[in-house]
């Protein structure tokens, strides 16, 4: 319920792989390389990151990958190029994707985090990070073989303290997919301190493993494993994943990389990257449109008495004081408010949010919620629905539009939508505990038991949180 600069290239390129470097099938080898150390929220740069991402950058093009690779890169861009990596990919393909930065884990899953990340609840990580459970899907869609994730991001970041004091780390991935390996930098729930040094232990030990002669990339990663726990006395003990079914080599041939230059890291990214992608459609930028709409009036200071001790709504209204069009900043708000049951608050920000950008499927989605928990059903399924027109496969609009039906009574509605929103993740509880309801209402009792049970398995709380959203 809750939620790059662009240079596209076609990279294809034949190399031998199989049992080792001399096999007889041809594959493109194709990788990805993102090197964030940049972080707005980050009291100073990481030290390790730009130079360990293009260490390994170098040696994917030196072992014949096609190389993709950024530097520093918001939201906005992480998302242009993984989508422009996603056209690299050819049926077969090897394909490796390497990230240096800070991740996070949420809802058992691992996000990367973009530079420009604005972090202050655990949803807000759904929305700006870059699930890696997805990406693996999105590579296994496209065709790809072999599938390599390789993760240095298990790194103590600036945004978990801001709303827990557990669940640190990288998460293991839900259900990777076939002939596919994930590596992470430190084991899951552990993190380490960003090194003062220029070179990582961890990237150091798999370069070294990389270049050695006669292993398997299996091997390679298995004996940086070792190494880096060697070097550490234990203290550092990178974590492997491994479905695969297929052994290679990273020895290749030479080819040309690809490279997304850096983005200087400050508050205006995303709003510049929305204004210069219209611009090139020949559209106007979505806060110039903003001007000629009928706008709320955002919240005033006056407005908001018992919330001036509260750090994270003091924050966020001093950024919205200096930047009034900054969409995402009401967004951030109102979703601040409604986790905090402070419903009318939360719509006021979500409506300035969604006048702002109407096609903002987030907005849209959680002034659905929000409308829905208090009882307007009919805009909250006006919204779901906008959400949904937008991206028929959203599968936080469709988790919180089942909760609308179930509310009208409209079962096999919900059914339909909570049904939808499971295959795309069978873990979500909302979806469950929403599913289990209705069957229990409809007359299946066994089987909604058996969902509502699940549902309590993976967040014990969630008959309490349905009950204050008025269902029980």
């Known amino acids: 319920m809750t939620k790059s600069l662009a240079i596209v290239a076609s990279i ?22 993102i090197g964030n150390a940049a972080y707005a929220d980050s ?9 360990d991402a293009h260490a390994v950058a170098d040696e994917l093009k030196h072992d014949g990958f096609a190389v993709t ?17 996603y056209t690299s990919i050819k049926p077969r393909s090897l394909v490796v994707v390497f990230f240096s930065g800070y991740g996070i884990q949420s809802g058992r899953q691992t996000f990367m985090i973009p530079i420009d990340a604005q972090i202050w609840t655990e949803n807000d990580i759904r929305r700006d990070g870059i699930s890696l459970d997805r990406m693996l899907d999105e590579l296994n869609s496209r065709g790809a073989g072999v599938k390599l994730a390789i993760l240095d991001a298990s790194r103590r ?4 303290r801001r709303f827990r004091s557990g669940s640190a780390g990288l998460a293991p991935p839900a259900a990777a997919p076939q002939n596919s390996l994930v590596m992470y930098s430190a084991a899951p729930g552990t993190v380490v301190d960003d ?32 190494g880096v726990s060697r070097v550490s006395e234990g203290a550092q003990v990178p974590w492997i994943s491994s479905s695969l079914t297929e052994d290679f080599s990273f020895s290749g041939a030479t080819v040309p990389q690809v490279f997304v230059p850096p983005i200087k890291p400050n508050k205006d990214n995303a709003q510049t990257n929305q204004s210069t992608d219209a611009q090139a459609n020949g559209q106007q930028p979505q806060n110039q449109q903003s001007q000629t709409q009928q706008q709320p009036p955002p919240l005033t200071p006056d407005q908001l008495p018992y919330w001036k001790d509260d750090q994270i709504v003091s924050a966020l209204s001093d950024l919205i004081a200096k930047s009034p069009n900054d969409q995402n900043l009401y967004y951030k708000r109102g979703q601040y408010f409604a986790s905090k049951s402070a419903y009318k608050l939360a719509l006021a920000d979500l409506d300035q949010a969604v006048t702002l950008d109407s096609k903002d499927v987030h907005a849209l989605n959680n002034r659905c919620w929000v409308h829905a928990v208090v009882g307007d059903l009919q805009s909250a399924l006006a919204d779901c629905n906008a959400a949904l027109a ?14 609308v039906f179930l509310k009208l009574a ?9 049904d939808a929103a499971l295959k795309l993740n069978a873990k979500l509880a909302s979806s469950l505990y929403g599913r289990g309801i209705v069957r229990q209402r409809s007359g299946q009792i066994p089987a909604g038991t058996v969902d509502i049970q699940a549902a309590a398995q993976i967040d014990p709380d969630i008959a309490n949180e349905f009950k204050s959203w008025g269902v029980q």
């Open 195 to 226: 090194a003062p040094t220029a070179r990582g232990l961890f990237v150091g030990e798999l370069l070294k493993e990389m270049r050695a002669p006669d292993l398997t990339a299996e091997e390679a990663l298995s004996r940086t494993r070792q």
């Open 12 to 33: 294809a390129l034949a190399l031998l792989v199989g049992s080792t470097a001399q096999a007889d099938d041809a594959v493109p080898r194709v990788a990805l390389v």
């Open 157 to 160: 970041n600036p945004y978990e």
């Open 410 to 418: 409209n079962y096999p509605s919900a059914i339909a939508d909570f």
């Open 43 to 51: 009291d100073a740069p990481l030290k390790e990151a730009l130079n």
């Open 69 to 85: 690779s950024g530097d520093n890169l918001n939201r906005a861009a992480m998302l242009r190029i993984f989508d422009t990596f």
């Open 390 to 403: 937008q991206r028929p496969y959203f599968v936080d609009a469709l988790d919180s539009r089942g909760l």
